[in-house]
């Protein structure tokens, strides 16, 4: 079965960085679009980033974009998300999702992360 497992969440304070793993097994990694998405108390979960099969470009949230950065190791089967120049406003759960594609918006694919906290304090 696919298990996503993601790390390297934490609290930290503002202007710093943090990088998340995550790590894929169950699939072959290298034909799946791989993607972050977030949720913050009280609100709806929210695309972050997503990094592509084909090696294209990858796609970021208006919101993250600049500070943000996601890649890929195929030969690990590991998806990072390396978070710079972090914001209160960036505190949320963050999960890790495969299979993912895109139409109008990122939509996100089948299988999901348990998630990982991000609190960022001012």
């Known amino acids: 079965q696919v298990q996503l497992v993601e790390s390297g969440g934490g609290l930290v304070q503002a202007g710093e960085s943090l990088r998340l793993s995550c790590v894929a097994s169950?699939?072959?990694?290298?034909?799946?679009?791989m993607a972050w998405f977030r949720q913050a108390p009280g609100k709806e979960r929210e695309f972050v980033a997503a990094?592509?099969?084909?090696?294209?470009?990858?796609r970021y949230a208006d919101a993250v974009e600049g500070r943000f950065t996601i890649s890929r190791d195929n030969a690990v089967n590991t998806v990072y998300l390396q978070m710079n120049d972090l914001r209160v406003e960036d505190t949320a759960v963050y999960f890790c999702?495969?299979?993912?594609?895109?139409?109008?918006?990122?939509?996100?694919?089948?299988?999901w992360s348990p998630g990982t906290q991000v609190t960022v304090s001012s």
């Open positions: 990094v592509w099969a084909t090696g294209s470009i990858p």
């Open positions: 999702n495969a299979g993912g594609f895109l139409r109008d918006s990122y939509e996100s694919g089948l299988y």
């Open positions: 169950g699939l072959t990694f290298h034909k799946w679009n």
